[in-house]
């Protein structure tokens, strides 16, 4: 079946490390987004993408930076990690031939010491 | 932007008791209102969504209803059982732009 897959699933990192995580898909859409879930603050959107080398700005982008080389991978980066990331990443795609849902991967849980 | 608010945080229930969970939204653009369930250690998946030009909608035990005057949408889920036990988003957008806004979010625990 067609799906989103994120790797790494965990990651415990320490703070000023660089770190990169990375969402793959076999869906074929063009959309691809970032979130961040945080207790009692919902999803989050951090960067969102539309074509390759096409790159937006959500609502919470500072400290992150992503990168969109191939239509089936959209990469986030923390250039230099920080505590208060620590949080569950939830990369997603959309197509806009198929309506507005977006299909989420099944998360990361990054850990900032 | 967009700004959604989701009430209440949780929520707990008797097992084929209803419940109600209740959104509301800041940008009268907006025209798409979609909910996504999250069951424990999973990731979030589409339950039902909504558009503006449509003032109720149903898929067996859910529906949700849109207020767009008020600016707010609820979702209800009839003759609660076990699996119903999850976190609820709400969420809205302007559909054109392709992105969407979330809700804090619902947890919901049906009790046996």
């Known amino acids: 079946d067609a799906d989103v897959t994120q790797t790494p699933r965990n990651r415990i990192t320490k703070t000023g490390k660089r770190i990169m995580l990375e969402c793959s898909q076999t869906k074929g859409h063009d959309r691809m987004y970032w979130y961040r879930q945080d207790p009692g603050l919902g999803l989050r959107l951090i960067y969102y993408?539309?074509?390759?080398?096409?790159?937006n700005k959500g609502e919470i982008s500072d400290g992150y930076s992503v990168s969109r080389q191939a239509q089936a991978k959209f990469s986030l980066s923390l250039e230099s990690a920080i505590p208060n990331q620590t949080a569950l990443y939830f990369c997603?795609?959309?197509?806009?031939?198929?309506?507005?849902?977006?299909?989420f991967g099944p998360g990361t849980r990054l850990t900032v010491l | 932007g967009e700004n959604v608010e989701q009430h209440p945080s949780t929520l707990s229930v008797q097992e084929g008791d209803s419940a109600v969970i209740k959104c509301t939204y800041s940008d009268s653009a907006s025209n798409y209102f979609p909910w996504y369930k999250q069951e424990l250690g999973k990731r979030p998946q589409l339950i039902i969504d909504?558009?503006?030009?449509?003032g109720e909608k149903k898929d067996q035990r859910i529906a949700v209803t849109l207020n767009k005057t008020a600016k707010h949408f609820s979702l209800h889920i009839t003759e609660t059982q076990p699996e119903d036990s999850a976190v609820y988003f709400c969420?809205?957008?302007?559909?054109?732009?392709?992105?969407?806004?979330f809700g804090a979010g619902t947890t919901v625990t049906v009790r046996a």
């Open positions: 993408s539309f074509d390759v080398k096409d790159i």
């Open positions: 969420a809205a957008s302007i559909s054109s732009d392709y992105k969407l806004s």
């Open positions: 997603a795609t959309s197509d806009p031939e198929g309506g507005d849902e977006q299909f």
């Open positions: 909504i558009r503006s030009n449509v």
